[in-house]
Structure formats: C-alpha cells, structure tokens
C-alpha cells in the first residue's frame, strides 16, 4: 500500500527565511509525486509534480522540491518565504507506470505559518 | 467550464436524512475520486472511478456511502442515514494520466 508521511504538523518562519516542508512516501515502482496547497475555505491548488527527469522540480509561486530517491522524500522548499504563503500543504503520492493504480494518496498536512 | 463543479456548496441536513453531493469533472478526464476532508484533518480517500473499469470502493467507511457515475461525466456521492461524524468537507477530482483538478468542495453539515 501506498503512504505519504508529513511529519511535522507546523511549520513557523519569518518572512525572508528559507523555508522546508517536508515529505517521505512509501509507493511500489517509481512514484508520481505531487504537492498541494489549501487556503482557509479554498480548494486543494496544484503548486507543482515530479513525474520523471530533473530531480529538482520548481513550481508556481516560486516553491520548489527536491525528489530524494534514496531517501524516499520529496520535500517542499522555497528561498524567501512570504506571509501570504501560510496556507495548508499537502504531499501526494501515486504509482507509477508499474506502480498499480491511479488512485492519489495524501499526507496529513502541514500548517505553515509565516509572521514578519 | 474549465474547472471541477462540485454542488452544493454548503448542505445542512439533519442527523438521519439521506443526502447526494454532485460532481462535475473536466471534460475529457477519465478519472475521478471522492475525498473527505474533517476539519483540522488531511484528505481521506473514499471511491474512485476510471473510465468503464469497476470503481475502487476500498476507502468508503461503511455501506450507508455509494457512489456513481455514468461513463466518463457526471458522479453522484449519496449518503443515507448521515450521521454527525459525517460532517466533513466532500471534495472531489477529476485527473487526465498526469494532472489532478479538484473542485472546491461540498461543506456537509449534519445537525
């Protein structure tokens, strides 16, 4: 079965800090890995994926992650956060091509508050 | 529309009422998933349909919850009998092999 883990519940920067969210997941056969961001009341909205190729995946709103093969994570970054990113973020994981199946599986979710 | 529909917004039903959530997937993607979000939780997989295949029924929490779906368009999610655990936000995906669209949710209120 496939698992996503977000180990940290809360993640706090001030603004103009680096900031990391991070992911490990558990799928068979190569994984397609996603991250999301939630707004209070808002819909999931797509920040970026790692189907294959260049480890290093940028995304929109200038956040990037890192596909760690060996260490089965997929963590999400960004070099100068913002106040307006504090929002909710989901990890997601899938199968591959061998994989089995489409269906999505996500992590628990981490808040992430930046203060000035 | 360009977007996943989801309706209603909002439903407040009363403690034993039966209720159907739609959705409304983006033209064209064969996939689509029902997930439930209780507040302050992460997302919990319930039913996902491919294309004309049997859908994947693995994480409804119990038979009071079914889902539909005719061909590749719109998808039903009813719930008999809610109960207040019910409660939650109902979201709902369509995905091409690559992608994944979510709608905004149907907030479901049970009293």
């Known amino acids: 079965a496939q698992s996503v883990a977000q180990p940290e519940d809360q993640v706090n920067v001030a603004e103009g800090n680096p900031l990391t969210v991070k992911c490990t997941y558990s799928?068979?056969?190569?994984?397609?890995l996603f991250w999301y961001v939630q707004y209070p009341n808002r819909g999931l909205q797509f920040l970026l994926k790692?189907?294959?190729?260049?480890?290093l995946v940028k995304g929109s709103y200038g956040f990037e992650a890192e596909f760690n093969k060996s260490q089965t994570s997929f963590h999400l970054k960004k070099p100068s956060a913002l106040v307006s990113d504090s929002a909710l973020y989901f990890c997601?994981?899938?199968?591959?091509?061998?994989?089995?199946?489409?269906?999505?599986?996500f992590g628990t979710g981490t808040q992430l508050k930046v203060e000035l | 529309g360009a977007g996943v529909s989801q309706s209603p917004s909002n439903k407040v039903t009363e403690k034993g009422k039966d209720v159907e959530l739609r959705c409304d997937p983006i033209?064209?993607?064969?996939?689509l998933y029902w997930y439930r979000q209780r507040l302050g939780q992460g997302l919990e997989f319930l039913i996902y349909?491919?294309?004309?295949?049997?859908?994947?029924k693995s994480g409804l929490p119990s038979d009071r919850f079914s889902a539909e779906r005719t061909g590749e368009s719109v998808s039903t999610l009813t719930i008999q009998r809610t109960q207040q655990e019910d409660s939650a936000v109902y979201l709902c995906?369509?995905?091409?092999?690559?992608?994944?669209?979510f709608g905004s949710g149907t907030r479901l209120t049970v009293v």
């Open positions: 790692y189907i294959t190729g260049d480890n």
């Open positions: 349909f491919q294309g004309n295949s049997a859908p994947d």
């Open positions: 997601a994981v899938r199968g591959g091509l061998t994989g089995g199946g489409n269906k999505l599986t």
């Open positions: 033209s064209g993607h064969t996939a």
């Open positions: 995906a369509s995905s091409s092999f690559y992608g994944y669209t």
């Open positions: 799928v068979s056969g190569n994984p397609y």
